[in-house]
């Protein structure tokens, strides 16, 4: 069956990542924005790296990445504030300028499932994993569900989009925090097993992973081809596994419980420092695909600023892509950065396919990369009959929308779109019935 992994012939004629770009640590934006529905501070008030800023529309509360003075917030007739923090340059951005704990003395005698919810829930730590269904659960969730149920603690460092490298060079540069990670949520969850999944391409990466785990420590890393998108709990135990999971088989009847890199690094820095999550490690892609580096990014940056430090120049010529490339979406410059928005790609128009046309070519490209084992092809012709029972035969509802059928499609049929419209329209015509 092909997968597609990043030898895929439509991913390498187009993207040249460099896997060796390093975490850039140092970038500091001018100024961070977020628009929220409350907000906790006034205008000309000064704030430091990790001080409570309010609340989004999502319901996330948000902590400013930087220090600096909250310099205008604007009131909307809706209910929502836009608030802007001037950065001062005081204060870092730069995790690695936080004083740790020794990683290897945290003492993990008296975790509980209760108290690493508590630390999560109070460090802001985002969910990056969706579930088997597309919905997202989110990391307490994950944690409550497991406790006294998972024998298994499984780490995904599978990068999430063929444009993604940030996950290969966190598990090169970040192996201490990943490892610390490892061990809080097993004393946490009293799971005497943990697994970390790293990318079959990448051997070397690991290596000073896995020099820093004991045999008593009961962790194993293991390697695993890459099934795009990786950011979800069945790609991931499939990469593992090779069992096919559905929405009545999934990680729980393996009695498992899953969690992305970056959360773990989040969760270890929580416990060494005490300090709140307010940016992520992000892959940026220029216009010139040839280049890309990982940066610490501070969440509320606005993308012009990013356009900025990989050199893109923006015009009515380049379109920002966030959420890579399989199922990201073009926003305007001036939207700001915030959780699930990685990997970032500035790509000229021309470089961007066309859907021109919409005629099926029954090659079956789109089946052989689809991570849920749906016939796409079949799901798209339910969509455009707008035929309910047909679509439910095909087990749309499966659907993750990760849009890696479409991105293959030789017919250049916009399938993720059929396939979006029909849910969002939740029709109850059926020309079957």
Not at 79 to 96: I, M, R
Not at 240 to 248: C, F, G, H, I
Request: contains cysteine.
């Amino acid at each position: 069956m092909l997968k597609l992994f990043r030898n895929d012939r439509r991913i390498v004629s187009s993207v040249k990542i460099s896997s060796e770009a390093p975490v850039n640590l140092g970038f500091a934006p001018k100024k961070l924005r977020f628009l929220l529905s409350e907000c906790y501070v006034e205008g000309g008030a000064h704030v430091l790296v990790g001080d409570l800023l309010g609340i989004t529309p999502e319901s996330r509360t948000v902590a400013s990445g930087v220090s600096g003075t909250v310099t205008e917030i604007t009131e909307y007739p809706e209910g929502l504030f836009s608030l802007t923090v001037e950065n001062d340059g005081l204060g870092s951005v730069c995790p690695d300028d936080i004083p740790f704990g020794d990683r290897n003395t945290i003492n993990v005698t008296d975790l509980t499932p209760e108290i690493l919810v508590s630390e999560i829930e109070r460090s802001l730590v985002s969910t990056r994993l969706s579930g088997i269904s597309l919905t997202d659960r989110t990391l307490s969730q994950r944690i409550k569900e497991a406790d006294g149920k998972a024998k298994q603690i499984v780490i995904s460092a599978l990068s999430c989009d063929p444009y993604d490298s940030s996950y290969e060079r966190l598990v090169e540069e970040c192996p201490e925090d990943i490892l610390a990670g490892m061990k809080i949520l097993m004393a946490s969850l009293k799971i005497g097993e943990g697994v970390i999944v790293v990318d079959t391409e990448n051997k070397r990466r690991p290596e000073g992973l896995v020099s820093l785990i004991k045999p008593t420590d009961n962790i194993k890393v293991v390697f695993a081809d890459v099934r795009y998108p990786s950011d979800n709990e069945h790609t991931i135990l499939h990469a593992l596994t090779s069992v096919e999971l559905s929405r009545k088989r999934n990680a729980e009847r393996l009695a498992c419980v899953v969690f992305d890199v970056k959360e773990i690094i989040a969760i270890a820095r929580a416990f060494l420092s005490g300090s709140k999550e307010t940016g992520e490690t992000v892959t940026v892609v220029g216009t010139d695909v040839g280049f890309s580096l990982n940066v610490y990014l501070p969440y509320g940056t606005e993308l012009s600023e990013i356009a900025e430090l990989c050199s893109s120049e923006l015009s009515d010529d380049v379109t920002v892509s966030v959420s890579g490339i399989l199922r990201g979406r073009s926003v305007s410059a001036s939207e700001t950065f915030a959780p699930g928005m990685g990997p970032i790609v500035f790509l000229e128009n021309k470089k961007i396919p066309k859907f021109n046309g919409t005629r099926c070519l029954r090659c079956g490209r789109c089946a052989s990369v689809c991570p849920m084992f749906l016939l796409p092809s079949y799901i798209y012709l339910a969509c455009s009959l707008k035929s309910k029972q047909m679509a439910e035969k095909f087990d749309m509802p499966s659907c993750i929308e990760c849009g890696a059928c479409q991105y293959v499609c030789d017919g250049e049929i916009p399938l993720l779109s059929y396939i979006r419209d029909f849910k969002n329209a939740g029709t109850e015509d059926d020309s079957d019935e």
